[in-house]
């Protein structure tokens, strides 16, 4: 699974942020069920959320900066499932949509004054049971995220 995000903070103070980001990417997964039956889906995704983020460690140039962020938002995917029952196949067009709940961390490290790398974990949690195409009772769907990238601050 591989996804593009963008992200924009707006610093209120040098702790607290307002977070503004948008991931587009593909999915894929398989889920097995007792009777041996194999659904399989993938999709192709849209996800915004807006969040606070705030600073757990000292801020600065060439100091590590460690931030947490907690957000609400929106996913939704168009995509394919394939169900394989008893060596019969039967694929279907779906769509899901979700609210979201992403709750992360990020470290940052700034090189100079406007450069800096930014490595981020996130843990989305969905409202609908439905971003792998399958509902199932008692089950929470959630999506773990893991971001690299360069940041650049617009002063």
């Keep these: ?3 593009l ?3 924009f903070n707006k610093e209120f103070t040098p ?3 307002l977070l503004f980001s948008i991931t587009s990417g593909k999915n894929s997964g398989e889920i097995t069920l ?3 039956n194999l659904i399989s889906f993938k999709s192709q995704y849209t996800h915004g959320h807006l969040g606070y983020r705030k600073a757990i460690t000292p801020t600065g140039i ?3 900066q460690i931030h ?3 957000g609400i938002g929106y996913y939704y995917a168009d995509g394919t499932s394939l169900i394989t029952v008893n060596d019969q196949e039967y694929e279907s067009a779906e769509e899901v949509w979700s609210l979201v709940f992403p709750l992360g961390m990020e470290i940052s490290y700034y090189v100079q004054e406007e450069w800096g790398f930014v490595l981020g974990i996130s843990n989305t949690i969905f409202t609908r049971d439905t971003v792998d195409f ?3 009772n008692n089950n929470v769907d959630h999506q773990l995220i893991i971001n ?3 940041c650049y601050s617009f002063n």
Excluded: D, F, H, R
């Design 34 to 36: 007792q009777n041996t």
């Design 5 to 7: 995000s963008l992200k």
């Design 134 to 136: 399958y509902e199932m």
């Design 15 to 17: 702790e607290n942020s």
């Design 62 to 64: 060439q100091i590590p």
């Design 68 to 70: 947490l962020n907690a």
């Design 148 to 150: 690299l990238g360069i």
């Design 1 to 3: 699974n591989v996804a």
